[in-house]
């Protein structure tokens, strides 16, 4: 594997994943508070009031991470945190808490990149319609600004949003996220207002931090077809539409795909489509989160007569996804061929399968580190054939609260005892700190 002499090597986190602390030091409720807090949403009942205990235990991690030698952590604000009720009222403990980890980091001697939503919402402004409401944008802009002037004067590297396809159609169409919503209008909307609040949050964060890079995350699967059928194919075609061409266009061409919009029509409604040229602001990089690949055959079903097929292997991960890491090498090229984004980074990748316990001091994880080498080598072949490919985030630094699998799936190359919250490594982190260095 070759990569630049600049290639950056972190891993990422979450806050509602990791930091836990519950409602404490004046943060407010957030979606995923509430979500987890309702009967019957997460798995065996689980929520991120505990979860890896980051809020008091960061100088601990921060302390794993220079062990293993990372170079760069990407990491989450939560947006309650610092602004109890999604507007208005500053909480100055949860800026002090960011100001105190964003210090450490750079003590050690690793790049902080902020991601400002992943997810958590404060649950006051979803009670005021939260992305479904046009005033959402403002809303996120607001806040983007308020942390940029906060932490600019440390913090280069900036990605707005993480996964706006998640927050919208698994937060409103299928239910599976928080707020739990099952309204494709809904949805749509949700994805409108985050494109929006993307493009008006960009040039205030460069206002405040004039030398900042700043980008936006998306999750992208690699799409194939069941068969060579040309039902299978225009699956593939829709499903690609679905997922990344409906915020990729907006990104870099400032229009929706036309293809989805007819598909989808009636659950547009209400939707100015034209005003996403908005979208369209210059970027810095892309962040590509990639996990497996997606294979589409042609349903009856509506709205986008979609099946995702499974192939008769046992190369799938704990959670279903398949481990294909060829995808990501091809996706890398597709994406430098059609939209040509100044610099890509993987933001996330990574593998949940059953670890076992600790033994001597270490968690023998082979699968997560034969699954992280097969991606690394992947990335390296992107490069070779052009790519501007510029760091690599491992998904995840610590096994954490993993949504609506609660704890109950483990993506960590550190191990987590949610109990003790004793860490422990793993052997794929001791993989992960022989690439940086060179080693493997």
């Known amino acids: 594997m070759k990569f630049p002499d600049q290639f950056l090597w972190g891993a990422a986190t979450a806050s509602y994943q990791i930091e836990g602390g519950g409602l404490e030091e004046g943060r407010g409720e957030c979606i995923w508070h509430r979500f987890s807090h309702t009967p019957g949403k997460v798995m065996n009942g689980d929520t991120g009031d505990v979860a890896c205990d980051h809020l008091h235990r960061y100088r601990e991690d921060v302390a794993l991470m220079s062990d293993l030698g990372l170079q760069a952590y990407r990491f989450s604000v939560s947006w309650p ?140 699967n690699y799409f194939d077809a069941a068969t060579d059928s040309e039902a299978d194919q225009l699956a593939v075609q829709r499903q690609d539409g679905y997922v990344a061409r409906w915020f990729l266009d907006p990104l870099y061409k400032g229009c929706y795909p036309t293809d989805i919009v007819e598909l989808v029509g009636d659950a547009l409604e209400g939707i100015d489509l034209d005003a996403v040229r908005a979208a369209a602001v210059p970027t810095d990089f892309l962040g590509l989160n990639y996990y497996t690949r997606n294979t589409a055959a042609y349903s009856q079903e509506e709205p986008l007569h979609i099946d995702l097929v499974k192939h008769d292997h046992d190369r799938y991960t704990e959670m279903g996804w398949e481990i294909y890491p060829d995808g990501l090498r091809k996706l890398l090229i597709q994406l430098h061929q059609d939209y040509a984004p100044g610099a890509l980074y993987i933001t996330e990748n990574g593998a949940a399968f059953e670890d076992p316990a600790p033994t001597d001091g270490v968690v023998e994880d082979p699968e997560r580190a034969a699954y992280l080498n097969a991606h690394f080598e992947a990335a390296s072949q992107a490069i070779e054939a052009g790519v501007p490919l510029k760091g690599y985030f491992v998904w995840s630094l610590l096994d954490n609260f993993e949504w609506a699998y609660g704890y109950s799936r483990r993506f960590g190359v550190v191990y987590v005892d949610f109990e003790t919250q004793r860490r422990v490594l793993k052997r794929s982190a001791l993989y992960l700190r022989d690439v940086i260095q060179g080693k493997a």
């Open 81 to 220: 945190r610092v602004l109890p009720a999604g507007v208005g009222a500053i909480n100055p403990a949860g800026l002090d808490f960011y100001d105190r980890l964003v210090d450490g980091l750079l003590e050690a001697h690793i790049q902080p990149f902020v991601t400002l939503y992943h997810w958590d919402l404060p649950q006051a402004l979803q009670d005021r319609g939260g992305w479904e409401n046009p005033d959402s944008v403002q809303w996120f802009a607001d806040y983007a600004a308020l942390m940029a002037g906060r932490l600019g004067d440390r913090v280069k590297d900036w990605i707005t949003l993480n996964e706006p396809w998640v927050v919208a159609f698994m937060g409103n169409y299928t239910g599976d996220h928080a707020p739990g919503k099952h309204d494709l209008s809904a949805a749509y909307k949700a994805a409108h207002h985050q494109l929006l609040g993307h493009g008006k949050a960009v040039p205030l964060i460069r206002s405040a931090v004039p030398d900042a890079k700043v980008g936006i995350t998306l999750n992208i």
